[in-house]
């Protein structure tokens, strides 16, 4: 054991020198730690084992250049340093000390953070003299991401968030995953994290409407803020059902923390028209969709078909082909009459009605690569915007998903400090299905035809879906890290044509 300055460390002899050829990655361990021991251009650099998104191992996904993508979720993180460069998740990798010596391999840890998984990227907090203030509207992922980056920038003005919600931001994708959670289980950061770099979270509160020439919003409350500089991440919110019984009591939107508490304590032992999270829960469970299968649209006939046998197994009843065009209660109880679409969302853009903000035909807020509005010092990122997808040749696209509204906080930030940064994030989507995760990489959208590897039957594959001879999304099931590896060709710049699909 070696002693460094104050610290104790430990170091561990973790292979020989000539083991790992350039672009391999090898999972060691030094004192019961797990650790990702990289090589690229003949050095070898060690970083955290587990992706701090939720915890995947990190040797099972791909590594291109001097990056590591996670298998499971898409996340991205810089092998010599440790940073996160794409996402989900909000944390770096803690980084090691690697010497090679005699033809061995060694990685030294500080001995205080033999526990530690992942870590915080360093940021400044607010300086009373800057009298600068960047106001955030919505509390999701995009207005988190842009908040700790303008921290982690130098930027030390006022930062606001202001949220509708009753939590700071949370993990949403986990509501509708797991309903029964305690609310301090899925918060992103915990409270004293915002007053600690200075980030001011408003919550129950909204804007109802913004001066773009003042600089000014006005809140439900009556009060105004000046702005500098303005996000508008307000996402999107499920569209409700317009059928007769639909204000019924057993008929319930899941949007909320509070929602999802709702539906999980009112469905125990109840009929439920939801997804398979209650389908261990509820006295049964019925999905109705608008195509033959689930998830027609975006996966193609075969995989849906799969899906739908998949959760079929799980007891959860299929009308598909099939709308809801009455809801009727019986004795207090809800019964459920169908006859022959996916509700979808609508972008929350209502409330900047009056200023001159450029919207598409659906509402969704017009960005340009840049994240900017067509009004000066106002920015949009997440499920609220229509953005030029990189991979697409700039189609303009609305895409909601976790990943690319936490990579657009990001760009908006950066770009909000004027460090001019293009947005340029591969979409990278995950569903989880009876217990096995579906992930999908790229926008098929207009794709002509699908090339399987494996066999959708068998539930192990590998989907390419090919539009114009090119490779422009894939899916898998079972056959990590194929959609990882496409995400980070992708990523790259490089074209993958449909005869090397083949």
């Known amino acids: 054991m070696d002693r460094c300055g104050e610290q104790e460390e430990v170091t561990g002899m973790v292979c020989q020198a000539d083991e790992l050829k350039d672009g391999q990655m090898k999972e060691v361990t030094v004192e019961d730690k797990k650790v990702l021991l990289v090589r690229t251009q003949g050095q070898y650099s060690a970083v955290g084992s587990q992706c701090s998104h939720y915890n995947a191992p990190l040797v099972k996904g791909t590594l291109v250049g001097d990056r590591v993508r996670c298998p499971f979720h898409g996340a991205c993180?810089?092998?010599?340093?440790?940073?996160?460069?794409?996402?989900?998740g909000l944390d770096c990798l803690p980084c090691y000390k690697v010497k090679v010596e005699d033809g061995k391999v060694y990685v030294t840890i500080n001995k205080n953070s033999l526990n530690v998984t992942k870590r915080v990227k360093e940021m400044c907090s607010i300086a009373p003299d800057v009298k600068q203030t960047i106001l955030l509207?919505?509390?999701?992922?995009?207005?988190?991401?842009c908040a700790e980056t303008l921290r982690q920038n130098c930027y030390?003005?006022?930062?606001?968030?202001?949220?509708?919600?009753?939590?700071?931001?949370?993990?949403?994708?986990?509501?509708?995953?797991?309903?029964?959670?305690d609310s301090s289980s899925i918060l992103l950061r915990p409270s004293d994290f915002f007053q600690q770099y200075g980030i001011d979270v408003w919550t129950q509160k909204e804007v109802v409407s913004v001066n773009t020439d003042g600089k000014k919003v006005k809140l439900s409350d009556g009060t105004l803020q000046n702005y500098d500089q303005?996000?508008?991440?307000?996402?999107?919110?499920?569209?409700?059902?317009?059928?007769?019984?639909s204000d019924l009591k057993?008929?319930?939107?899941?949007?909320?923390?509070?929602?999802a508490k709702e539906i999980h304590n009112s469905s125990l032992g109840?009929?439920?028209?939801?997804?398979?999270?209650?389908?261990?829960?509820?006295?049964?469970?019925?999905?109705?969709?608008?195509?033959?299968?689930?998830?027609?649209?975006?996966?193609?006939?075969?995989?849906?078909?799969?899906?739908m046998q998949m959760l079929e197994e799980k007891n959860i009843k299929f009308y598909m082909n099939d709308r809801v065009t009455e809801i009727k209660g019986e004795n207090g109880k809800n019964c459920l009459h169908y006859s022959a679409v996916f509700l979808g969302v609508i972008p929350n853009s209502d409330f900047m009605a009056g200023c001159k903000l450029?919207?598409?035909?659906?509402?969704?807020?017009?960005?340009?690569?840049?994240?900017?509005?067509?009004?000066?010092?106002v920015f949009s990122a997440g499920d609220v915007t229509a953005f030029p997808l990189a991979i697409?040749?700039?189609?303009?696209v609305n895409i909601g998903h976790w990943q690319m509204s936490q990579a657009q906080g990001r760009v908006a930030a950066l770009n909000m400090l004027k460090k001019p940064t293009k947005f340029e994030s591969v979409p990278f989507f995950w569903t989880v299905l009876a217990g096995k995760s579906i992930r999908y990489a790229g926008y098929g959208e207009g794709y002509t035809e699908i090339i399987f590897k494996g066999k959708v039957e068998e539930r192990k594959f590998l989907a390419f879906y090919i539009k114009d001879e090119k490779v422009v999304a894939a899916a898998s099931l079972m056959f990590d890290p194929a959609v990882a590896h496409v995400a980070e060709l992708m990523a790259a710049g490089q074209i993958l044509t449909k005869a090397q699909a083949q």
């Open 230 to 245: 303005l996000l508008i991440s307000t996402g999107c919110r499920a569209r409700p059902l317009s059928c007769p019984g």
């Open 156 to 181: 030390q003005g006022r930062i606001i968030m202001i949220t509708r919600d009753k939590l700071p931001p949370f993990d949403k994708p986990k509501l509708s995953k797991a309903m029964n959670v």
């Open 358 to 377: 450029e919207v598409d035909s659906k509402k969704a807020v017009i960005i340009d690569k840049f994240m900017r509005t067509n009004i000066p010092d």
């Open 77 to 88: 993180f810089n092998v010599k340093t440790g940073d996160i460069e794409e996402y989900p």
């Open 137 to 145: 509207i919505g509390g999701g992922p995009a207005a988190l991401v």
């Open 270 to 307: 109840q009929k439920a028209v939801v997804a398979s999270y209650l389908s261990d829960k509820a006295a049964s469970v019925a999905l109705v969709g608008s195509g033959r299968y689930p998830f027609e649209r975006s996966l193609g006939p075969e995989i849906g078909k799969m899906s």
């Open 392 to 396: 697409r040749g700039d189609l303009r």
């Open 250 to 259: 057993g008929v319930k939107l899941l949007q909320s923390y509070e929602d």
